[in-house]
């Protein structure tokens, strides 16, 4: 099964700072997702990467899928306090293969 | 919000009765999920549906069954609850290749 490894698991930065968080594959990523979670709600969904290489930005944040595929990075520039709360990296198998799995998440608090 | 509902929104129950989670979507997609939320573990799938009775285990599926007879409905049962299934449960739904995955609210289920 492929696992997600998220880092930092968790991170405090000053408003206004840039941040950025990791997600490190087991095996080759094909369909990798980013979503945020406010506490005690659900996953609203930022991103989604397929291709080596591939960044995507919504806003103030930026998504990269590495060339090799293993790799994800999400960019926060100029953090504001409604950046905070906790962002889930997920990945399925792509094409037909829908099963999605997560990595633990990373809680991110962004201090005014 | 995105055509899925879940219910109920919480739910607290004794240890040892069944209990069983509804998901409701609107938009006839083909695949769902159901996944448990706990510290520390962040999101893990218990199981999910690939079509009207068609459904497969995901990686923390011992203790809970499934049953999906009509497209829109997906039930998640506890046959016998004990106190380690106590978590935020939440269902989702896939609309396809190249988008993201819809989350429900969630349920906040607690076995006493």
């Known amino acids: 099964s492929q696992e997600l490894e998220q880092s930092p698991q968790s991170l405090i930065v000053q408003e206004g700072k840039n941040l950025t968080i990791n997600c490190t594959s087991s095996?080759?990523?094909?369909?990798l997702y980013w979503y945020k979670q406010k506490y005690g709600e659900g996953l609203i969904f930022l991103m989604m990467?397929?291709?080596?290489?591939e960044e995507k930005s919504h806003e103030k944040i930026t998504a990269k899928l590495d060339e090799k595929k293993q790799q994800s990075s999400l960019h926060i520039t100029a953090s504001q306090p409604s950046h905070a709360g906790i962002y889930l990296c997920?990945?399925?198998?792509?094409?037909?293969?829908?099963?999605?799995?997560f990595g633990k998440g990373t809680l991110l608090t962004v201090n005014p | 919000d995105a055509g899925i509902t879940q219910s109920p929104r919480h739910k607290v129950t004794e240890t040892g009765t069944p209990v069983t989670l509804r998901c409701h979507q609107t938009?006839?997609?083909?695949?769902m999920y159901w996944y448990r939320q706990d510290p520390g573990h962040g999101l893990r799938l218990i199981h999910y549906?690939?079509?009207?009775?068609?459904?497969d285990k995901g990686e923390v599926s011992d203790g809970y069954s499934v049953s999906r007879s009509k497209t829109e409905d997906f039930l998640l049962t506890l046959e016998s609850a004990t106190s380690s299934q106590t978590s935020v449960y939440f269902c989702?739904?896939?609309?396809?290749?190249?988008?993201?995955?819809?989350f429900g609210s969630g349920t906040r289920l607690t076995v006493v």
């Open positions: 989702a739904i896939n609309p396809g290749q190249g988008y993201g995955y819809t």
């Open positions: 997920g990945a399925d198998g792509g094409g037909s293969n829908y099963k999605l799995t």
């Open positions: 549906s690939y079509g009207v009775k068609d459904t």
């Open positions: 990467l397929q291709k080596g290489g």
């Open positions: 095996k080759t990523l094909y369909g």
């Open positions: 938009e006839n997609h083909r695949y």
